[in-house]
């Protein structure tokens, strides 16, 4: 970054989130530190929205967000599994068994159940195309 920080550096932050003291592990620059960065180079020379998007940017400051909160959260909860999760996490990503495969399958399944059928039916009424 420009700090001279690569982009895998991670740092620990003390920050409020929902009213208590948390600790959060941050790597790099996330997304809303970058559009932090940018609008505040934006208001600098600009008035308006950018002005305003970064004052609201700037009061969030000293709290978190739920997205970085979780995120922190997650990867806590992947480092405390060890080895032993990630392989789990690896190997169910790899298995095919997500949510859009079976989606695309059933769909695959009931259109050749609907070819299938409206063949038949043809064939019954004596209609060839």
Same mark, same amino acid.
């Given at each position: 970054? /420009? &700090?001279? %920080? %690569?982009?895998?550096?991670?740092?620990?932050?003390?920050?409020?989130? @929902?009213? !208590?003291?948390?600790?959060?592990?941050? %790597?790099?620059?996330?997304?809303?530190?970058?559009?932090?960065?940018?609008?505040? #180079?934006?208001? /600098?020379?600009?008035?308006?929205?950018? /002005?305003? *998007?970064?004052?609201?940017? $700037?009061?969030? $400051?000293?709290?978190? +967000?739920?997205?970085?909160?979780?995120?922190? &959260? =997650? #990867?806590? #909860?992947?480092?405390?599994?060890? /080895?032993?999760? $990630?392989?789990?996490?690896? @190997?169910?990503?790899? %298995?095919?068994? +997500?949510? *859009? &495969?079976?989606?695309?399958? *059933?769909?695959? @399944? $009931? =259109?050749? !159940?609907?070819?299938? +059928?409206?063949? #038949?039916?043809?064939?019954?009424?004596?209609?060839?195309?």
């Amino acid at each position: 970054g /420009a &700090d001279g %920080s %690569s982009k895998d550096a991670k740092r620990t932050v003390t920050k409020t989130f @929902a009213g !208590e003291q948390v600790e959060v592990v941050e %790597s790099g620059l996330c997304g809303r530190d970058k559009v932090k960065d940018k609008g505040k #180079a934006a208001a /600098a020379g600009a008035g308006g929205l950018d /002005a305003v *998007l970064s004052g609201v940017i $700037e009061k969030k $400051e000293g709290g978190v +967000t739920t997205m970085t909160k979780t995120r922190s &959260d =997650w #990867a806590q #909860a992947k480092a405390a599994g060890g /080895a032993a999760m $990630e392989e789990e996490l690896e @190997a169910h990503k790899k %298995s095919g068994s +997500t949510y *859009l &495969d079976k989606q695309e399958f *059933l769909k695959k @399944a $009931e =259109w050749k !159940e609907y070819e299938q +059928t409206r063949e #038949a039916k043809l064939r019954a009424e004596g209609v060839s195309r």
